[in-house]
């Protein structure tokens, strides 16, 4: 799916592939993974999207993450 936002275009299935490529490695890699992409460090897994996909990547990590409440223990 494609979603448009604002004059960008973001590819919805290419985002939902990375949020799960990113997840499959852990809790603990997907905290590093979040704080690496917001300090604008490039991982393998997001290479080719723009960085407004990047920034939908974040966000789905985070919200996949909220259950965490950043200690890696669900709760």
Same mark, same amino acid.
């Given at each position: 799916?494609?979603?448009?936002?604002?004059?960008?275009? =973001? !590819?919805?299935?290419?985002?939902?592939?990375?949020? %799960?490529? =990113?997840?499959? #490695?852990?809790?603990?890699?997907?905290?590093? !993974?979040? $704080?690496?992409?917001? @300090? &604008? #460090?490039? =991982?393998?897994?997001?290479?080719? =999207? @723009? $960085?407004? %996909?990047?920034?939908?990547?974040? *966000?789905?990590?985070?919200?996949?993450?909220?259950?965490? *409440? &950043? $200690?890696?223990?669900? &709760?």
């Amino acid at each position: 799916m494609v979603i448009v936002m604002g004059c960008t275009v =973001l !590819d919805q299935r290419r985002i939902e592939q990375c949020v %799960e490529a =990113l997840c499959h #490695k852990g809790c603990q890699a997907v905290w590093a !993974d979040i $704080n690496a992409l917001e @300090s &604008g #460090k490039p =991982l393998p897994e997001v290479d080719g =999207l @723009s $960085n407004t %996909e990047v920034r939908a990547v974040v *966000r789905e990590l985070r919200a996949v993450m909220a259950v965490y *409440r &950043g $200690n890696c223990a669900a &709760g």
